[in-house]
């Protein structure tokens, strides 16, 4: 008896260890009639306090099986808490080229997990704003229900 009670509590502690980062930030906006026009600014903001870490940074995007391309290029811009600013041009690759998606599909929804940034440190404490702009040449894009963001903090390896 004793050893079942230790054979379950080592793979329990297995299971809690198995995980590769620490969700510091994971957010999602719905966007409105799931259009996201090229006038449309997705706005996250969230507090950085660790600046000796560092993290990794993820766009993440829900569309529709019915979202007629197979990409989407996005505006990033992130506004530091000292007002300097970086922006970026991301495309994301949603398809392969035989038409498959590539993210994480259930039913008619399509999940992506977007790197933007690995291993990044944050230089300095405060408030961080990320803004996110479509920019495809097609004005509005239809079938997108979400764009979130998410930050993480990379488990070191043993």
């Known amino acids: 008896m004793r050893l079942n009670y230790f054979i379950a509590i080592g793979i329990l502690s297995l299971f809690v260890s198995c995980k590769d980062e620490d969700i510091l930030f994971n957010e999602y906006i719905e966007i409105s009639n799931s259009q996201l026009s090229y006038l449309d600014t997705v706005v996250f903001q969230t507090n950085i306090l660790d600046t000796s870490n560092t993290h990794n940074i993820f766009l993440q995007l829900r569309t529709s099986t019915d979202y007629k391309w197979s990409n989407m290029f996005i505006f990033s811009e992130i506004n530091f808490p000292n007002s300097k600013t970086r922006t970026d041009t991301f495309e994301i690759i949603l398809m392969d080229k035989k038409g498959h998606w590539k993210g994480n599909k259930s039913g008619i929804m399509v999940n992506y997990n977007y790197s933007l940034y690995k291993n990044i440190k944050f230089p300095i404490k405060g408030k ?10 097609d004005t509005v894009l239809e079938e997108v229900k979400n764009l979130g963001l ?7 390896k043993l």
């Open 150 to 156: 998410k930050i993480t903090k990379p488990i070191k």
């Open 128 to 137: 961080y704003k990320f803004r996110f702009v479509q920019a495809m040449r």
